[in-house]
């Protein structure tokens, strides 16, 4: 087996626990007050990187928990010295859901980088890569590690076809290396790639380029830890895992199982595994104080429709939540039926935060009101170039219908979209110049106007934070669970 590993050097592991792992399980709730206890341990491990940041955490942390996002960073930064500091970026996305102008992005990557982000993965929902520019040059212009992710999705069951294929991934990977990429991640966000579709990818890119290659993989249908082990035996150099008790489901693969799985090859990662063990049992004491946010709807760890329908799960659980409102969830196979009609139709984008949200929005509208009478401003913009060039043309009758009456014009643009947007920055400047106190607090409301300007009002006293949005402690959490077993025995007594 040992002849097996192309690549003889121990396999590098990044850990997504404090960002994806809770994300993709506990919808990014986890509070920094329970990730200070591990800190120090996780900085000892030996990970090559710690996703701290980034994704919806922006969001969930100001939104939700009256935390400061950037606060988190510098909190963690006094307890982890050694282990650099990862976060995903979604290009012209920066954290949100829309591209933001370019005086934005400039002053979010300086911002970020001020207070402790060392690495900066940055992806596109179009595989766009003139969205990357802007900010790709400020991670240069701070010295700090630019790692060109490519959003990875499929049209057939396994990688191929007319889009999607080798060629295509071989093509984006060289484009981010010509751009100045340190590192190239594949970011399979949907756990869509099969083992040996990854030793093919895998291979092929470490013949055609020459920075190391980092490999994402959502363990959503079953087989990421099966794509990580062929991916080693490929020479891929750094893999994304989760530390046991925030892996699987539709997070990622645990690190202790592949770890003792690659032991005596070559490959097996340099990492400290009784440390592992013993940070796994601290997040297995706090993970009750988020459980509310774990679905419950299914006894399966992994979802075996997304090998048919290939949606990905936070994408099935908003489409879920938007028929439920139109008292129509009877319906839902018709969408599953409707989204690659309409994804084809609309340009083919890959799957992922903000595209996914796009296309699934608009298929239960075609499904329920007759294709395309209803559009929404997201579609609008997409179909338009507002968030960058399609994997493949959108279909031309479509996007006459979308585009009749747009505000912008009906001709779409083929140009940089954000090179049509106009500067924000000292309009919000204006709009909350009693509230803010730094460029922190300025990036907060330019990046969410409305639920920006409510938490800093939490922050500075000018309102009170809801009971809703404080923490429970582990002691509020038991004491829910007594009494609802009280209750409980109360209605088997009743049976």
């Known amino acids: 087996m040992i002849e097996a590993f192309s690549n003889g050097t121990p396999l590098l592991v990044q850990d997504l ?80 859901y829309r591209n933001y102008a370019d005086d934005v992005a400039r002053l979010f990557v300086d911002k970020s980088a001020e207070v402790g982000i060392d690495i900066f993965r940055v992806f596109d929902a179009l595989n766009d890569f003139r969205n990357f520019e802007t900010v790709v040059e400020r991670i240069k212009a701070n010295g700090k590690h630019f790692q060109g992710a490519i959003c990875y999705s499929l049209t057939e069951r396994r990688m191929g076809g007319e889009v999607f294929n080798l060629e295509y991934y071989v093509s984006k990977a060289k484009e981010l290396e010509s751009m100045g990429a340190d590192t190239l991640c594949i970011k399979d966000m949907a ?81 400290d595994l009784k440390l ?3 940070i796994g049992e601290h997040l297995e004491k706090i993970a009750p104080k988020y459980r509310d946010f774990m679905g419950q709807h299914t006894m399966s760890v992994i979802d075996t429709g997304v090998l048919i329908h290939q949606v990905p799960g936070g994408m099935i659980s908003n489409l879920v939540n938007q028929l439920k409102g139109a008292n129509a969830l009877h319906r839902i196979n018709e969408v599953y039926q409707e989204v690659p009609v309409t994804r084809r139709e609309l340009g083919m984008p890959p799957l992922v935060t903000p595209t996914s949200q796009i296309v699934g929005v608009q298929a239960v509208l075609n499904v329920l009101f007759g ?27 479509v996007q006459k219908k979308v585009l009749k009456g747009y505000k912008r014009g009906e001709t779409p643009i083929t140009g940089r979209a954000a090179d049509y947007l106009e500067p924000e920055l000292d309009k919000v400047r204006e709009k909350v110049k009693d509230l803010i106190k730094d460029d922190y607090d300025l990036l907060i409301c330019a990046l969410y106007p409305t639920t920006g300007e409510k938490f800093l009002k939490w922050k500075y006293g000018v ?11 582990l002691e509020e959490i038991q004491k829910e669970d007594e009494a609802l077993a009280v209750v409980k025995k109360g209605f088997r007594k009743l049976a």
């Open 371 to 397: 294709r395309y009478k209803m559009v929404t401003n997201e579609v609008k913009d997409l179909v338009y170039g507002l968030y960058g060039k399609t994997p493949i043309p959108v279909d031309p009758e």
């Open 17 to 96: 626990t404090l960002r994806d792992g809770h994300q993709s399980l506990f919808a990014t709730r986890m509070r920094t007050e329970d990730m200070i206890p591990i800190a120090e341990k996780l900085d000892q491990v030996g990970f090559w990187a710690l996703e701290v940041w980034g994704g919806a955490t922006f969001d969930t942390m100001h939104r939700f928990l009256a935390e400061d996002p950037f606060e988190r960073v510098r909190t963690l930064k006094k307890y982890i010295k050694n282990t650099p500091f990862s976060m995903l970026l979604r290009g012209q996305n920066l954290v949100g």
């Open 463 to 473: 309102e009170p934070i809801p009971e809703e949005v404080k923490p429970k402690t």
């Open 191 to 271: 756990g869509l790639m099969s083992p040996y579709d990854a030793y093919i990818l895998v291979s092929e890119l470490k013949k055609q380029i020459k920075i190391p290659v980092h490999l994402h993989s959502h363990y959503t249908s079953g087989m990421a830890s099966m794509v990580m082990i062929k991916a080693a035996e490929a020479g891929v150099d750094i893999i994304d895992t989760c530390i046991a008790p925030f892996a699987l489901r539709t997070s990622h693969p645990a690190v202790e199982p592949i770890m003792v799985a690659l032991s005596g090859t070559p490959r097996e990662p340099k990492l």
């Open 276 to 278: 592992l063990i013993e």
